[in-house]
């Protein structure tokens, strides 16, 4: 299991590439929600979100033990990230996309020069492709969540909070296959177990939720929202005993309660913010923590909208 010291480890591996992310406060949100709200800006990590602190700290690793070849199955964040980090470390990347992936995030990995394999519309089809063409070149796959280094990475985030801001009460974070969210939990809990640490899932993609009231990984079919990087259809191996060991709570939000946060925090805090960054701020918003008068941290957890589908 990942302990705190991974995740101090890893800050030092990640220091020099990724951005130590911004804190804001907002008093329009703290008067609405009844909590003193924070929000740690990722949506301005580099990449547009904090996968790449995960992603880093793994292919920091894989290139140490002389991997040049790497490849990762995703059309969205953590696809961009896996790019940008082979793209400075000067290895060759190739992201495994659905036939159907939309040009905007296809042009952004071409960007930082990752190869783009289009392959089979669902990610059960791309993920043992990409893993297959790793094998085939002598390379190594990049997991999404479900890796030690990757949520060490991702943790990160945690240990910078707590650094950042004195008398954090409550942080609540995003789920999808709970890289981010058992990162944080490590570093926190055991750093400062008095802080709760809230997750957060869209209604129609609540398989932790799900897991951890049935005791075990529990799989959901179609996870249809609009919040795209929390559609994982299950909690990982991994990540899924350090969320039941240590997580406070998991609450639900709608799909229309993520859209009026995300316009929220665009219209009032001038942050441009993805859906699934927003799920946190759709929990403090629509009365879902039960908690008052407290410390909250809502992490921001991207910023990839794409502005040519977005109508707001
Ligand atoms: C990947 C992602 C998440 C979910 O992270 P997991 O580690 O899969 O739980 C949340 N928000 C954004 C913006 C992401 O890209």
Excluded at 278 to 283: E, G, N, S
């Amino acid at each position: 299991m990942v302990s705190v010291k991974d995740i101090q480890k890893a800050k030092e591996n990640i220091a020099t590439v990724i951005s130590e992310t911004p804190i804001f406060s907002s008093s329009q949100l703290t008067e609405i929600c009844g909590n003193n709200m924070f929000f740690k800006g990722e949506h301005l990590q580099k990449t547009g979100s904090f996968k790449l602190r995960g992603a880093t700290n793994k292919v920091k690793r894989v290139v140490k033990n002389g991997a040049t070849f790497i490849t990762a199955a995703s059309s969205g964040n953590h696809g961009q990230a896996v790019a940008y980090i082979a793209n400075l470390l000067g290895i060759d990347a190739t992201i495994v996309v659905p036939e159907d992936a939309n040009q905007s995030k296809i042009n952004a990995i071409q960007a930082y020069h990752g190869q783009i394999e289009k392959y089979g519309w669902t990610s059960a089809e791309r993920l043992p492709r990409a893993e297959a063409l790793a094998k085939e070149n002598q390379g190594i796959y990049i997991p999404p969540y479900d890796d030690s280094f990757i949520i060490a990475g991702q943790g990160t985030v945690g240990l910078e909070i707590l650094e950042q801001l004195d008398n954090v009460d409550v942080i609540v974070v995003p789920i999808g296959g709970g890289g981010l969210i058992s990162g944080i939990l490590t570093a926190v809990k055991e750093t400062k177990p008095s802080i709760k640490v809230i997750g957060v899932e869209p209604k129609t993609a609540n398989d932790t939720f799900l897991s951890l009231e049935n005791g075990t990984i529990t799989s959901i079919k179609e996870t249809k929202t609009i919040a795209d990087g929390l559609r994982a259809s299950h909690p990982g191996n991994m990540t899924f005993p350090i969320v039941q060991k240590y997580v406070d709570d998991i609450v639900l939000v709608s799909d229309e309660e993520i859209q009026q946060a995300q316009f929220f925090v665009m219209e009032r805090m001038k942050q441009v913010i993805e859906f699934s960054g927003a799920v946190t701020v759709a929990a403090a918003i629509f009365g879902k923590l039960s908690v008052q008068q407290k410390n909250v941290v809502c992490v921001l957890s991207g910023g990839n909208v794409d502005l040519h589908e977005w109508h707001g």
